[in-house]
């Protein structure tokens, strides 16, 4: 299958351009063989873990979430991503063998194959969904020249003839409502994008009120119109039923203390340097036209760059938003200008003493969160401020609350660490090996190592641990349980969706069922 004669990369520069074109496609359908034996081996290792402990099945973290664990720090992904290609991987193996044959020869692409998946879910007739996974695999090697949502329209079709109840379509655009901030595409140093999907009445309502306040400051705000609504739907998440006005004029009746009693708190992990630079007063204002160059023009005339502060800005390095993107030194003077809080990072220390009680101070804590930022499990993102503070040797066994043997988990990553059979060793200055049940070694470093390299110097060697103490009086933490069972869950959900389409399900097997027109 996989084909030998296509150019590594050694040889591409040497290869005829009729060969290099051929490898484009040809490695296409490896890279697709590969994604098919890869989610295989994934849909094998869910059903050797989540097949053997029964009465797990009421964990709030079940075989399910530990397996997510293992595929997660596996590919270096999230555990909801891991989730979702269990679920793919599973989908193939014991629903849709078919597509899966046509998926391993590299046929058919991982956005495809994803695709089918998704919108045969709500099938649970066998008959109908052999018949239906036969007949999407004949048809599947055409869906790649359609567009996405033909696809889904072609694959909907077929799944109309055999189960018209299994439709994913009802109240669909309803249901997509969503409000996405994408902090995987910053590329603009200090702004996210965002889009979503809200209810026409909803959309409405915060389009006016945008413009509302985007028109309540003063004529002398040097934003524009476009700038201003920005900042209001800052200032509305913020709490605020006003925006402060940027005009600077002392007689301005929208004082800037007018704008954010703020109900939300981010933290921001930033150098000295940063909290002693200049604002930037061009963050504001329109964009500077475009310079057509003309006869005559240097370079350095065509491509002037923007002015600096007045006065000129310290160089500071970016700040970073706990568990979240970086933000230059000249936004967060704004930010800080604007009352933000600042408060030092105190360094434990070589000698360093551990402290006497389970839960560690406000200080210690503050360091733990910042030299971390995020969850320490390998693969996970979620920011610091979310995460419990767990001890690598456990409180209850003589473990201290020292720095060295501290550092941030989420609460299901705890929860696998502790009832999962994962095992760890941390390191004084942050760094944690990790051991998976199946024997994987996965290494984490803390968040702050690349911006912030003093946060992870050596916190010194743990203290000799005392003799083993009773868990009486020690908190220790114990397994949650759920109310269904999640297969319980997921059949109550697939149920109630069907249930939206029990009328046009009926409708067309009438249909069908009439006698052909004379």
Known sequence: MFDTALPELADLASSDTTLVAVSVSGWALVENAVAARRLAAVAELVRRRTDVAVEHSRWACDDWD?????????????????????YLGLALRERLPKVAEVFAEGMLSVQVVTTIAWHTTLIQDRDALANV????????????????????QAIDAIIDQHDPGALRRTRSYARGRE????????????????????????????????????????????????????DALGALAAGAQ??????????CPI??????????????????????TTADTHHDGEVPPSRPITPGMTVEEALTPDPEPDPPAARGKPALIMGGPMIPAALLT?????????????????????????????????????????CRFPGC?????????????????????????????????????????WQDQQHPDGRIDWISPSGQRHTTYPGSRLLFPALCRSTGALPPLPPPQSESGCRTLMMPTR????????????????????????????????????
Request: aromatic share 4%; charged share 25%.
């Open 255 to 276: 004082a800037d203390d007018a704008g954010r009693p703020s109900r939300a708190i981010i933290h921001v992990v930033a150098d000295q340097t940063a909290v002693d």
């Open 242 to 251: 006003q925006l402060s006005c940027k005009c600077e004029n002392p007689q």
């Open 381 to 421: 993102t979620r920011p610091a401020e979310f995460c419990d503070i767990d001890h690598a040797v456990a409180y209850a066994i003589g473990g201290p609350t020292h720095p060295s043997n501290l550092r941030c988990l989420c609460r299901k990553h705890h929860l696998v660490k502790t009832f999962h059979g």
């Open 334 to 374: 704004e930010l800080i200008d604007a009352g933000a809080t600042v408060r030092p990072i105190v360094f434990p220390g070589l000698n360093s003493p551990a402290e006497p009680q389970y839960r560690p101070s406000n200080r210690l804590d503050t360091f733990i969160r910042c030299r971390d930022l995020t």
């Open 66 to 86: 530990a397996a997510a664990a293992e595929v997660a720090a596996a590919l270096d992904i999230s555990h909801g991503k891991a989730s979702s290609q269990m």
């Open 133 to 152: 996974d036969a007949e999407v695999a004949g048809d599947a090697l055409r869906y790649g020249q359609l567009s996405a949502s033909k696809t889904a």
């Open 483 to 518: 109310r269904r069972t999640r297969a319980q869950d997921r059949h109550r959900r697939i149920t109630a969706e069907r249930a939206l389409n029990a009328d046009y399900a009926a409708q067309r097997i009438v249909e069908r069922n009439q006698p052909p027109p004379f």
């Open 179 to 230: 409000v996405v901030i994408d902090r995987n595409n910053n590329a603009d140093a200090g702004t996210t994008p965002m889009w979503g999907r809200l209810y026409s009445h909803d959309a409405e309502l915060l389009d006016r009120r945008l413009m509302a306040m985007a028109h309540e400051v003063c004529d002398d705000d040097p934003r524009t119109i476009a700038q201003r609504r920005a």
